[in-house]
């Protein structure tokens, strides 16, 4: 079974406080992703990873990095938290490279709520 | 880049009726078309997909059809069950691009004893 493990299912942080979201998966994908989920919006993509040491911002990177250091692992920070980063945090895996033959399904981990106040 | 509009947001059906989530695309080059369940506290799982080189994909109650011309793909639940119970969420892609997934918003699916 592919496993995608979101360090945190709740976190509370203050506004302007450093905050990192960690995110592992077991499966040896090549790909990760960060999504925000937020009511009557759906799934956005915040930021992606092809590869170690590689990132590309996705639809709404504003206010959020990432670091991918090891392949499984791939880290969301939010450098100054804001309240208007209060949401649901989705973190993904998918294997080879997205190519016009082998479009391949992503994993998703439970979701970190956090709630910056 | 790729905008995908789903419709309807809510959605209340009998169990054992059918239901049909509708989703739109703009990229006419995506060429590939999951759908996504979420069930409550827990992370989207897909269910089917279909890409645009099939118009039509079923798996026991559930299918997906896709029409290229008009950039617009469907999900069909047939004989609903309380477990079909979620939020389902459409997405595209362009194999071959530098991007993620693009979801739609997501239809809350709520299956009335």
């Known amino acids: 079974d592919v496993k995608v493990t979101q360090s945190s299912r709740y976190l509370v942080k203050r506004t302007g406080e450093k905050v990192f979201l960690e995110c592992v998966q077991d499966m040896d994908h090549e790909n990760m992703f960060w999504y925000r989920q937020d009511p009557g919006l759906g799934l956005r993509l915040i930021y992606f990873s092809y590869d170690v040491k590689m990132k590309e911002k996705g639809d709404i990177p504003e206010g959020y990095s990432v670091s991918r250091e090891k392949k499984e692992r791939f880290s969301l920070i939010l450098e100054s938290a804001s309240t208007n980063q209060t949401s649901m945090y989705l973190c993904?895996?998918?294997?080879?490279?997205?190519?016009?033959?082998?479009?391949?399904?992503?994993?998703f981990g439970q979701g970190t709520r956090l709630t910056v106040v | 880049g790729e905008n995908v509009e789903q419709h309807p947001s809510t959605l209340s059906v009998q169990e054992g009726d059918s239901a049909v989530i509708k989703c739109t695309y703009s990229?006419?080059?995506?060429?590939?078309f999951p759908w996504y369940k979420q069930e409550l506290g827990k992370g989207p799982q897909l269910i089917i997909d279909?890409?645009?080189?099939?118009g039509e994909k079923k798996d026991q109650r559930i299918a997906v059809t896709l029409n290229k011309t008009a950039k617009h793909f469907s999900l069909h639940i047939t004989e609903t069950q309380p477990e079909d119970s979620a939020v389902y969420f459409c997405?595209?892609?362009?194999?071959?691009?530098?991007?993620?997934?693009?979801f739609g918003k997501g239809t809350h699916l709520i299956i009335q004893p």
């Open positions: 993904a895996s998918s294997p080879p490279p997205w190519d016009r033959v082998m479009n391949t399904e992503a994993f």
């Open positions: 997405a595209a892609i362009t194999g071959g691009g530098a991007d993620g997934l693009t």
């Open positions: 279909i890409r645009s080189n099939v």
């Open positions: 990229d006419s080059a995506s060429n590939y």
